[in-house]
């Protein structure tokens, strides 16, 4: 079974979901800010489950100015093949629902191969910078 997860159910389902979120973390957000956004709703939650969770989705709603997008950004779980459609047909249903323009998936290079009727668009490059903390003593 394919659901969204209200925010009032959270804490009957974190304790499942956090390990697989946790997963899919990279260092720009940790379990905290995951579950800090889905408590504000500035974060969706898309969960499969068969007597346990088997997948968690995270969606945000973006609103650029020319265009209002459903962006999945993290997602972990066990069986994809099992959950992977449907749980995509699910987000385009809440995306038109709340007349997104499209769906958006930020994820590693191997979902490309796992999403159907999805175009790459862009490559996303990134680059850490180091800062040198530069101390000036007023005499």
Same mark, same amino acid.
């Given at each position: 079974?394919?659901?969204?997860?209200?925010?009032?159910?959270?804490?009957?389902?974190?304790?499942?979901?956090?390990?697989? *979120?946790?997963?899919?973390? #990279?260092?720009?957000?940790?379990?905290? #800010?995951?579950?800090?956004?889905?408590?504000?709703?500035?974060?969706?939650?898309? *969960?499969?489950?068969?007597?346990?969770?088997?997948?968690?989705?995270?969606?945000?709603?973006?609103?650029?100015?020319?265009?209002? *997008?459903?962006? $999945?950004?993290?997602?972990?779980?066990?069986?994809? #093949?099992?959950?992977?459609?449907?749980?995509?047909?699910?987000?385009?249903?809440?995306?038109?629902?709340?007349?997104? #323009?499209?769906?958006?998936?930020?994820?590693?290079?191997?979902?490309?191969?796992?999403?159907?009727? $999805?175009?790459?668009?862009?490559?996303?490059?990134?680059?850490?910078?180091?800062?040198?903390?530069?101390?000036?003593?007023?005499?």
């Amino acid at each position: 079974m394919i659901t969204q997860v209200p925010k009032e159910d959270l804490h009957l389902i974190w304790n499942e979901v956090e390990p697989l *979120i946790k997963k899919a973390l #990279d260092d720009t957000y940790s379990a905290r #800010d995951i579950l800090d956004g889905l408590v504000k709703n500035s974060f969706q939650l898309f *969960i499969s489950w068969e007597n346990k969770v088997e997948s968690a989705v995270i969606t945000e709603v973006v609103q650029y100015p020319q265009k209002k *997008i459903c962006r $999945y950004f993290l997602a972990g779980g066990n069986n994809m #093949d099992n959950w992977l459609e449907p749980i995509q047909q699910t987000i385009e249903k809440f995306a038109k629902y709340n007349n997104c #323009d499209a769906v958006e998936v930020a994820g590693r290079k191997g979902w490309a191969k796992k999403l159907k009727g $999805y175009e790459q668009k862009v490559y996303l490059f990134s680059k850490e910078l180091s800062w040198v903390k530069v101390v000036i003593q007023v005499v």
